[in-house]
């Protein structure tokens, strides 16, 4: 006998926090899969303020219209471009380690962010990113009337 079983749609939040559960599991000393995941050479310090996040990321060699920042309601992506100069002449490198091509970040947060309310800075190739926390009361969402 076949018994039916609804199936839940892919969700890829859900998704996630079940990997940050099962690294949680394994690895103590860690936030989340972020931690341990390749950075891309970006560092990054988040500073709880109380009612808001402070993240600095230390992003050297990048102007700010190489930058993409995009705050969602439980992580803020960090994308951009290290341009790479361009000579008319072949070099022959000993060595080079500046790198060039994109980037991408994903810090996440356990608190729900106000995306509207993010302000950015950009300086000395250190941004940083102002993030509100959304209000406890919009957190529980909204009671609906039930109508007859």
């Known amino acids: ?36 995941a390749p950075n891309h050479g970006i560092s990054v310090d988040v500073i709880d303020k109380g009612k808001a996040y402070r993240l600095k990321a230390n992003i050297p060699g990048v102007s700010a219209k190489d930058l993409d920042v995009r705050v969602l309601e439980d992580s803020v992506v960090i994308n ?22 994109s980037f991408t970040r994903t810090v996440p947060f356990r608190e729900p962010l106000q995306a509207e309310m993010a302000e950015a800075k950009f300086k000395d190739g250190v941004l940083e990113l102002m993030l509100p926390k959304q209000d406890v009361e919009k957190r529980q969402g909204r009671q609906l009337k039930i109508q007859d």
């Open 1 to 36: 006998m076949i018994s039916l079983i609804p199936r839940e749609p892919f969700n890829i939040t859900t998704l996630r926090q079940q990997m940050d559960d099962l690294f949680d599991h394994f690895f103590p000393f860690s936030t989340s899969m972020e931690a341990v």
């Open 80 to 101: 951009g471009t290290y341009q790479e100069e361009k000579e008319e002449k072949q070099e022959q490198y000993v060595v080079k380690e500046r790198r060039s091509g």
